[in-house]
């Protein structure tokens, strides 16, 4: 079984559309992440959401719309998309624990191409 | 502010030769660290991960990793390299100082010559 699934694996679509991103985990994990990997491999957090509250929001456009329904799903929709949306999204579970022993649980990426 | 710094984009390596790669990290508090594998098209596979205790730690792959509070790094090491082992290696620190956030360097891209 998949830990953590994100779909679809490929997005493309055209500037100005409206998309939506999926993810799911199976590991019980409390919290989840979205993190962008630009073109340079960089990856950088955009919103964090523990048992589907909200605590890390990092300078992303209001664009950007996280949704937890529970805190197995972290879904990701995005407005008005532009030319710079285009990147690999990743969504990652963790479940925190007070001695750091918490590694992040990647899916495996959906690729976001705007045209 | 907290940071993770890789200052190696790119390395190459010939097969078989061993292999460092460089992880510094800014961070007041104890840092729990991790390595990270990219293959490429592929997520990120969780090769190892300091929390305490022994500050060398083990991975998969035959990798291991060697905590130094005093040069605030964390670099990551093999003896012998595969060429399966091409890929971008990402290394992060866990902060849990307010919200546990975690934070990447820009990874360091291997290349493995046959």
């Known amino acids: 079984d998949t830990a953590v699934s994100q779909t679809p694996k490929y997005l493309v679509t055209q500037m100005g559309n409206d998309k939506s991103i999926k993810c799911e985990q199976n590991l019980g994990h409390d919290t989840m992440y979205w993190y962008k990997q630009d073109s340079k491999k960089f990856l950088k957090i955009m919103f964090s959401y523990n048992n589907k509250e909200l605590i890390i929001n990092e300078t992303v456009p209001n664009r950007f719309s996280p949704k937890s329904p529970d805190k197995a799903h972290l879904n990701l929709h995005i407005n008005s998309l532009e030319l710079g949306d285009s990147a690999v999204y990743f969504c990652a579970s963790s479940q925190i624990y007070r001695d750091g022993n918490s590694p992040l649980h990647f899916g495996n990426g959906t690729r976001l191409t705007v045209t | 502010a907290q940071s993770v710094t890789q200052p190696d984009i790119h390395i190459t390596v010939s097969e078989g030769a061993s292999l460092e790669l460089r992880c510094n990290y800014s961070y007041g508090a104890t840092p729990y660290l991790f390595w990270y594998v990219q293959s490429p098209g592929q997520g990120l596979q969780l090769l190892l991960k300091?929390?305490?205790?022994?500050?060398l730690v083990q991975g998969i792959k035959g990798f291991e990793a060697e905590f130094k509070r005093s040069q605030s790094s964390f670099n990551l090491r093999k003896p012998s390299v595969h060429w399966s082992d091409a890929a971008e290696y990402l290394c992060?620190?866990?902060?849990?100082?307010?919200?546990?956030?975690?934070?990447f360097g820009t990874g360091t891209r291997l290349k493995v010559l046959a």
């Open positions: 992060a620190v866990l902060t849990t100082s307010g919200t546990y956030k975690y934070i």
């Open positions: 300091y929390f305490s205790g022994d500050t």
